[in-house]
């Protein structure tokens, strides 16, 4: 029997989200022959965290294994892993793996390594800001699609879905992504700015285009982001073995397999979309995918617009948009790469990636200085609040241009370290387990 990671991270009350995660692991454990590893990763308060434990302490399903663990017990953990790794930087190491801000890519990197010590063949990610559609008064799983072709080899797993739309040249490899996407709200809380000034939104969204970009490609790109899947509401299945375009893959809605524990996620603290990065490597490398319709229904919290949450939000955006000067090269490097990313195995060669992301980090940074000229002379245009932001990024440029180009060394080093965080966890046990 294989076992599975099914993990949350939160920073925020979920229970309601958790519950529904809980049945979907209860569905596949039910439905496949898997264990599930129902991991939530718990930042949130106290007393939020008290109403998680409550509901992850009614679950007694069979196949169903529950690991809550707060702060203190992610940060044993990494510890031992990190002492265990024997890696250069073991201090640095330890607060990229959990950072005292937000940070999307290593919430999920801890999942990586804890699902590697819990024997784990794949990690299927949920988010707290999403729930499941239903159709015929049922939830609708994800997880059906993901187990159904994970780490399959290709040819394989071309039994499981509608169609296929892989080269057979690629029939042999294994398939090492399993994804869908979203309805419902934008997957980055800016439809204010849209409604606000429809110019001023396709100018702000228009800056994560790579240096370059045609007009008519920033159109397109600003049509396309953010809005997922659309409104149209999910009737029956469909999935195709593909190389999945990262646009069309939310990570609310994901599963990776073999992959994770090659190359880990962008570390980067308050910064929006750095958790995306190994959808564009599995691109590149022409690694095979499954893309499904079976799509999570997004929602904004309250946070996000209250006086402490906008400020720090908006912060994350414009992060955001400074990272992609460096990750644009980066992708752009692994897609000349192609497949000589890969080694004799067909696994991701971890020293070229580092390679190009150190590379980027001595990339001129005038075009960051222009993209918060554009945001600054946005946000005081709209006024309020958003001039607010605009002073508070003014007064934070210097340490924001900084901030952005170090985070790409950070990663570098990072991918270094990880294949020996990789080993280590699995000589590792689990806090609370």
């Not at 399903?61 to 707060?70: E, I, K, N, R, S």
């Not at 879905?161 to 057979?168: G, I, N, R, S, Y």
Request: glycine share 8%; aromatic share 6%.
């Amino acid at each position: 029997m294989r076992a599975v990671c099914l993990t949350l991270p939160t920073n925020r009350g979920c229970a309601r989200t958790i519950a529904a995660v809980a049945e979907e692991a209860e569905y596949a454990a039910r439905t496949f022959d898997v264990e599930v590893h129902l991991l939530v990763l718990d930042s949130a308060g106290e007393r939020d965290r008290a109403a998680h434990a409550s509901v992850l302490g009614g679950i007694a399903a069979p196949g169903v294994v529950v690991h809550h663990l707060d702060e203190a017990r992610q940060h044993r953990f990494l510890s031992d892993v990190v002492a265990r790794s024997g890696v250069a930087k073991p201090e640095l190491v330890q607060e990229l793996m959990l950072p005292a801000g937000v940070s999307y890519g290593a919430c999920t990197n801890r999942a990586f390594l804890i699902g590697a010590a819990l024997g784990c063949v794949s990690v299927h990610r949920r988010d707290s800001d999403s729930r499941y559609q239903t159709a015929d008064g049922a939830p609708v799983f994800p997880i059906r699609h993901e187990l159904l072709s994970l780490g399959r080899r290709a040819r394989d797993a071309a039994t499981a879905v509608t169609e296929t739309a892989l080269d057979p040249v690629d029939g042999d490899k294994t398939v090492v992504l399993v994804g869908s996407s979203f309805i419902g709200d934008l997957s980055v809380d800016i439809a204010e700015i849209r409604d606000l000034d429809p110019a001023v939104y396709r100018e702000v969204v228009g800056l994560w285009a790579a240096e370059g970009a045609t007009e008519t490609q920033r159109r397109d790109l600003v049509e396309k982001s953010f809005t997922g899947a659309g409104a149209e509401p999910f009737t029956a299945d469909h999935s195709v073995l593909t190389i999945v375009d990262p646009m069309h893959v939310d990570m609310c809605n994901v599963a990776f397999s073999r992959v994770q524990e090659r190359i880990p996620l962008p570390p980067a603290v308050d910064t929006i979309g750095s958790d995306y990065f190994l959808l564009h490597l599995v691109r590149a490398a022409r690694l095979p995918g499954v893309q499904h319709n079976r799509h999570i229904v997004n929602f904004h919290t309250a946070e996000r617009k209250t006086d402490a949450g906008f400020p720090a939000y908006q912060r994350r955006l414009a992060k955001f948009f400074l990272s992609m000067r460096y990750l644009h090269h980066v992708y752009e490097r692994m897609a000349a790469a192609g497949e000589s990313l890969l080694d004799g195995d067909g696994h991701v060669r971890p020293d070229l990636v580092a390679g190009f992301v150190l590379e980027s980090t001595s990339l001129d940074v005038a075009p960051n200085a222009r993209r918060l000229d554009v945001l600054d002379r946005a946000y005081r245009a709209l006024g309020g609040r958003y001039r607010a932001v605009a002073e508070l990024l003014a007064a934070q440029r210097d340490r924001l241009l900084e901030e952005a180009r170090r985070d790409m060394a950070d990663f570098a080093l990072l991918i270094e370290a990880w294949p020996r965080l990789v080993e280590a966890s699995g000589t590792t046990g689990v806090p609370g387990r």
